[in-house]
């Protein structure tokens, strides 16, 4: 088994787009370790490989030991690790960019440090969210008022479509069986879309804390991104699985999440409506995968690897 000291970090050309990735990965009751470029997963049943480079976010369940070296490739090959309570979730995440550019970074600091642009794109949110509107004009308070009587009413819809009896959104942090069934089943659902958004946002390079409608907080732009997907994916299948049974919600929720995620591509989606909230770009076809490095001048940037400085006017203290 080669070591960390042993291996270099994957090139960007080895390793998978985060649009082609598996959504996530469950495990539980199990020891994580690392085999060349894969994840062992071993247990009382065996051992199981994972190729890490092929993960979008890997859930740690209850029982679950990982190694130094397994982590180690996990952040390599910029893969999400999230941490599932036995009674809730709880979210821990870490990866690198697999985007060699900075164009999207960039984007997202010049769009949310001017505070016209931050409302343009948190329009654009709200257009993509629920497409039946027009949101042009409207400030951020009725932005947020409008969101959350959608909200509300995606809540009130699926609770008739399925039967499931609802009484508001109940969360208490670390207690998941302080709600009812259907709000459990909303909170794992939930959790779920933030280790796909957190992992996408991070395998892209952008800043998790510079959001548009979020703020004040390390994730504010992943709770923005998972929210585009809020009504449309998350509830609904909560509801489905509240209804179906009230056994195992948790891990049922994951699962149906995890199926629906994969069979419509949605990782690949996420990152075409990242491209375009920050770049108005809708393709995947750009070469993020080659590293070119620039330096900032007062005429613009210039090419990187070569010395500036005029030795005959310039003295170097040094």
Not at 63 to 78: E, F, I, K, N
Not at 246 to 264: E, L, P, Q
């Amino acid at each position: 088994m080669a070591t960390v000291g042993q291996r270099g970090a994957s090139s960007p050309r080895e390793l998978t787009r985060m649009g082609d990735r598996i959504s996530f990965v469950y495990l539980e009751r199990c020891v994580l370790h690392r085999e060349d470029n894969a994840i062992t997963a071993e247990d009382a049943q065996g051992v199981t490989h994972i190729p890490a480079a092929t993960i979008g976010t890997l859930l740690l369940g209850p029982g679950t030991r990982v190694t130094h070296q397994a982590m180690s490739l996990l952040g390599d090959c910029g893969a999400g690790v999230v941490w599932v309570g036995e009674r809730g979730v709880r979210f821990y995440s870490g990866g690198r960019s697999l985007n060699r550019s900075s164009s999207l970074v960039e984007a997202q600091a010049a769009k949310w440090a001017n505070r016209r642009t931050r409302l343009d794109v948190a329009r654009e949110m709200y257009r993509m969210r629920f497409p039946n509107e027009n949101p042009d004009g409207l400030t951020r308070h009725e932005l947020l008022g409008r969101e959350g009587r959608r909200v509300k009413e995606s809540y009130r819809r699926e609770a008739q479509r399925t039967g499931v009896p609802w009484n508001g959104r109940i969360y208490v942090p670390g207690e998941f069986s302080a709600g009812d069934p259907a709000n459990q089943a909303v909170t794992a659902a939930a959790q779920c879309m933030y280790g796909i958004a957190q992992t996408t946002v991070t395998a892209l390079g952008c800043a998790p804390g510079l959001g548009f409608i979020h703020s004040g907080h390390e994730l504010a732009f992943v709770l923005d991104i998972a929210d585009l997907y809020k009504t449309e994916i998350a509830i609904p299948i909560a509801f489905n699985v509240a209804a179906e049974s009230v056994d195992d919600i948790g891990a049922r929720t994951r699962r149906a999440i995890r199926d629906h995620v994969n069979k419509s591509a949605l990782l690949k989606r996420c990152v075409n409506d990242i491209k375009h909230l920050l770049l108005q770009e809708t393709t995947l076809d750009d070469p993020d995968d080659i590293d070119i490095v620039t330096l900032q001048s007062d005429e613009g940037e210039v090419e990187s690897g070569r010395n500036y400085a005029d030795q005959d006017d310039i003295e170097v203290p040094w």
